[in-house]
C-alpha cells in the first residue's frame, strides 16, 4: 500500500469517517489520493481551498423509495440512488445499475470514478451515477416496465439534458432505457432526447453506442501494446463476464486477429481453447437469456470446451496473454493475478468498473504487466453516450462508421493522454498514476475557475 503524505493522509480519514461503511467508495478515493504525492508536490496551489476535499464529496445525493406491483398483485418495494458527484465540466453523466447490491457507498465510488473518466475523455461532461438495489433477473417485461416508471417518477425532477443525462449500466439495458424516457416524456410532456443516452435508434440512439465500452476497452489495449511493439494478433484473451461489454470486447479482440478463449457469468465460466463463438454467445444471453453452462450443452464437452461451476475454480486461472476484466468491481484478487503473472498474462485491460482489488493492480505493477485502469480503459461507453448527446443536440444522426471513427481517436487520446502524464510526473508506464492525475488535475482546475462552489 502507498503511503500517503500527511495532508493526503488527513483527507483520506475524514472520508472514510464521514462515509463509514462504504468500503468501495473508501477504496476509490484512496486509490486516486495514492497518485495526487506527485501532484500535489509540483503543485501545492491544488491543496488550497480544500479543492481535494471537495472533489471527495458529492455535490448532491438523491435517496428515494420505489413502490411497484409485480405480476401476482403484490406490492413491492425497493430502494434507489442519483449521486450526482461533479458537474465542473458540464452536466453529470453516468449510468444507472439495477443490481441487489447497489447500496449508496456503490453509486458513489461509482459516481467518483465517472468523475475522472468523463474529464479523461475530453468531452464536456460532469460525474455521476445512480440506480436501485432491484433485480430485474427473472422479471416480466411488465414488471421491469412499472418498475422504471415509478423509478422516474421520481428520478425526473432531478435530471435534465443540461443538469444530469443518465445511461444504462449493470441490469439496465435498451429496454429498461426505453420505458425510463417513456415515462419522463409522459410526465415533461416534451421529447427531450438528450436527457437519457443508450436509447434505441428510432428514437434518438447512436449507432456503436451499444458496442462502445468493449470496443474503446480494445482500442486501449491495442494502443498499449502498441507502445511494446506488439499487437493483440495471435494472442490469447479471457475476458470475463458475458454482457454487452464482454460480448463486444470479443468482437473486436477477434477483428484485431485475437482469440477469445474463455468467459463467463454469476454461475461460472467456459473454456473453448479453439475460441469463443461470439454468436452462440449472444443466443445464449441476449436471446435465451440463459446461464453461460448452455454454451457447453450445446457445443458439446471435450475437445478444449469445458465449464467451471463459480466456487469451483477461477476464470483467471485460465493461461492467457491477455486478461480483460468485464462483470463487476473487486472481481480480480491478488490471488487471481498471482496466477495470471505466473501463467504469462502480459497486459490487462478492465472493462469493468474498479474490477481489480488493489492488491491484485500490485501483482501486476511489480511484474511489470501492462494494466489499462477502468476509468481510462472503459472510457468508451460514456465517451458514445456524449457523442449521442452531441447527435441529439443538432437533431443529426451519423453512420456507424463515423461513430465509431470519433472512439477510436477519443480512446487513443486517453491512452496518450495517460501516458504522457505517467512520464510527466516520473512514473513511466504507470497507467492508473496517468490516469489518475490527468483527470484531477482537469476537473481540478475546472473547479478553480468557477470559485468556491
Same mark, same amino acid.
Given at each position: 500500500?502507498?503511503? @500517503?503524505?500527511?495532508?493526503?493522509?488527513?483527507?483520506?480519514?475524514?472520508?472514510?469517517?464521514?462515509?463509514?461503511?462504504?468500503?468501495?467508495?473508501?477504496?476509490?478515493?484512496?486509490?486516486?489520493?495514492?497518485?495526487?504525492?506527485?501532484?500535489?508536490?509540483?503543485?501545492?496551489?491544488?491543496?488550497? $481551498?480544500?479543492?481535494?476535499?471537495?472533489?471527495?464529496?458529492?455535490?448532491?445525493?438523491?435517496?428515494?423509495? #420505489?413502490?411497484?406491483? !409485480?405480476?401476482? +398483485?403484490?406490492?413491492?418495494?425497493?430502494?434507489?440512488?442519483?449521486?450526482?458527484?461533479?458537474? /465542473? @465540466?458540464?452536466?453529470?453523466?453516468?449510468?444507472?445499475?439495477?443490481?441487489?447490491?447497489?447500496?449508496?457507498?456503490?453509486?458513489?465510488?461509482?459516481?467518483?470514478?465517472?468523475?475522472?473518466?468523463?474529464?479523461?475523455?475530453?468531452?464536456?461532461?460532469?460525474?455521476?451515477?445512480?440506480?436501485?438495489?432491484?433485480?430485474?433477473?427473472?422479471?416480466?417485461?411488465?414488471?421491469?416496465?412499472?418498475?422504471?416508471?415509478?423509478?422516474?417518477?421520481?428520478?425526473?425532477?432531478?435530471?435534465?439534458?443540461?443538469?444530469?443525462?443518465?445511461?444504462?449500466?449493470?441490469?439496465?439495458?435498451?429496454?429498461?432505457?426505453?420505458?425510463?424516457?417513456?415515462?419522463?416524456?409522459?410526465?415533461?410532456?416534451?421529447?427531450?432526447?438528450?436527457?437519457?443516452?443508450?436509447?434505441?435508434?428510432?428514437?434518438?440512439?447512436?449507432?456503436?453506442?451499444?458496442?462502445?465500452?468493449?470496443?474503446?476497452?480494445?482500442?486501449?489495449?491495442?494502443?498499449?501494446?502498441?507502445?511494446?511493439?506488439?499487437?493483440?494478433?495471435?494472442?490469447?484473451? #479471457?475476458?470475463?463476464?458475458?454482457?454487452? #461489454?464482454?460480448?463486444?470486447?470479443?468482437?473486436? #479482440?477477434?477483428?484485431?486477429?485475437?482469440?477469445?478463449?474463455?468467459?463467463?457469468?454469476?454461475?461460472?465460466?467456459?473454456?473453448?481453447?479453439?475460441?469463443?463463438? @461470439?454468436?452462440?454467445?449472444?443466443?445464449?444471453?441476449?436471446?435465451?437469456?440463459?446461464?453461460?453452462?448452455?454454451?457447453?450443452?450445446?457445443?458439446?464437452?471435450?475437445?478444449?470446451?469445458?465449464?467451471?461451476?463459480?466456487? !469451483?475454480?477461477?476464470?483467471?486461472?485460465?493461461?492467457?496473454?491477455?486478461?480483460?476484466?468485464?462483470?463487476?468491481?473487486?472481481? @480480480?484478487?491478488?490471488? $487471481?493475478?498471482?496466477?495470471?503473472?505466473?501463467?504469462?498474462?502480459?497486459?490487462?485491460?478492465?472493462?469493468?468498473?474498479?474490477?481489480?482489488?488493489? $492488491?491484485?493492480?500490485?501483482?501486476?505493477?511489480?511484474?511489470?504487466?501492462?494494466?489499462?485502469?477502468?476509468?481510462?480503459?472503459? /472510457?468508451?461507453?460514456?465517451?458514445?453516450?456524449a457523442l449521442e448527446m452531441q447527435q441529439n443536440a443538432s437533431r443529426d444522426s451519423w453512420?456507424?462508421?463515423?461513430?465509431?471513427?470519433?472512439?477510436?481517436?477519443?480512446?487513443?487520446?486517453?491512452? !496518450?493522454?495517460?501516458?504522457?502524464?505517467?512520464?510527466?510526473?516520473?512514473?513511466?508506464? !504507470?497507467?492508473?498514476? +496517468?490516469?489518475?492525475?490527468?483527470?484531477?488535475?482537469?476537473?481540478?482546475?475546472?473547479?478553480?475557475?468557477?470559485?468556491?462552489?
Open positions: 500500500m502507498v503511503q @500517503l503524505n500527511e495532508k493526503l493522509e488527513s483527507i483520506l480519514a475524514e472520508v472514510i469517517r464521514r462515509n463509514q461503511g462504504e468500503p468501495e467508495f473508501h477504496q476509490a478515493v484512496r486509490e486516486v489520493l495514492e497518485s495526487l504525492g506527485r501532484v500535489v508536490a509540483k503543485r501545492p496551489d491544488l491543496l488550497e $481551498d480544500a479543492l481535494i476535499e471537495r472533489i471527495c464529496e458529492p455535490e448532491r445525493q438523491i435517496i428515494f423509495r #420505489v413502490p411497484w406491483i !409485480d405480476d401476482a +398483485g403484490n406490492v413491492r418495494i425497493n430502494r434507489a440512488f442519483r449521486v450526482q458527484f461533479n458537474s /465542473a @465540466l458540464g452536466p453529470y453523466k453516468g449510468g444507472i445499475r439495477f443490481h441487489p447490491s447497489v447500496n449508496v457507498g456503490i453509486i458513489k465510488f461509482l459516481g467518483f470514478e465517472q468523475t475522472f473518466k468523463n474529464a479523461l475523455t475530453g468531452m464536456p461532461i460532469g460525474g455521476g451515477k445512480g440506480g436501485s438495489d432491484f433485480d430485474p433477473k427473472g422479471r416480466s417485461d411488465r414488471e421491469i416496465m412499472r418498475f422504471c416508471q415509478s423509478f422516474m417518477t421520481e428520478l425526473h425532477r432531478h435530471i435534465g439534458e443540461y443538469t444530469d443525462v443518465p445511461a444504462g449500466d449493470i441490469g439496465v439495458g435498451g429496454r429498461e432505457i426505453g420505458y425510463m424516457f417513456g415515462q419522463y416524456k409522459r410526465l415533461n410532456n416534451r421529447f427531450e432526447a438528450g436527457v437519457l443516452t443508450g436509447k434505441a435508434l428510432f428514437y434518438g440512439g447512436s449507432r456503436a453506442r451499444t458496442e462502445a465500452t468493449g470496443y474503446g476497452n480494445t482500442y486501449f489495449v491495442k494502443a498499449m501494446l502498441e507502445t511494446k511493439g506488439t499487437s493483440f494478433d495471435g494472442k490469447k484473451v #479471457v475476458i470475463s463476464g458475458s454482457g454487452n #461489454v464482454a460480448i463486444y470486447t470479443h468482437a473486436k #479482440v477477434t477483428s484485431f486477429g485475437g482469440k477469445v478463449i474463455a468467459m463467463s457469468d454469476s454461475s461460472g465460466y467456459v473454456v473453448d481453447e479453439n475460441g469463443i463463438d @461470439l454468436a452462440l454467445i449472444k443466443e445464449i444471453k441476449e436471446i435465451r437469456r440463459a446461464r453461460i453452462s448452455e454454451y457447453v450443452r450445446i457445443k458439446g464437452e471435450g475437445k478444449g470446451v469445458y465449464f467451471v461451476k463459480a466456487g !469451483d475454480g477461477s476464470i483467471w486461472d485460465v493461461a492467457c496473454d491477455v486478461a480483460m476484466p468485464s462483470a463487476t468491481q473487486n472481481e @480480480l484478487t491478488g490471488k $487471481d493475478a498471482k496466477a495470471l503473472v505466473k501463467n504469462g498474462v502480459v497486459a490487462v485491460g478492465e472493462g469493468a468498473n474498479m474490477p481489480s482489488t488493489p $492488491d491484485a493492480i500490485r501483482v501486476f505493477q511489480e511484474a511489470g504487466v501492462m494494466f489499462a485502469p477502468g476509468k481510462a480503459a472503459n /472510457a468508451g461507453g460514456v465517451a458514445t453516450s453512420t456507424f462508421e463515423q461513430t465509431e471513427a470519433r472512439l477510436a481517436t477519443i480512446m487513443k487520446n486517453i491512452h !496518450d493522454t495517460c501516458y504522457a502524464t505517467a512520464e510527466e510526473y516520473g512514473v513511466p508506464g !504507470d497507467y492508473v498514476s +496517468g490516469a489518475n492525475i490527468a483527470g484531477f488535475v482537469k476537473v481540478a482546475e475546472a473547479m478553480r475557475a468557477l470559485g468556491v462552489i
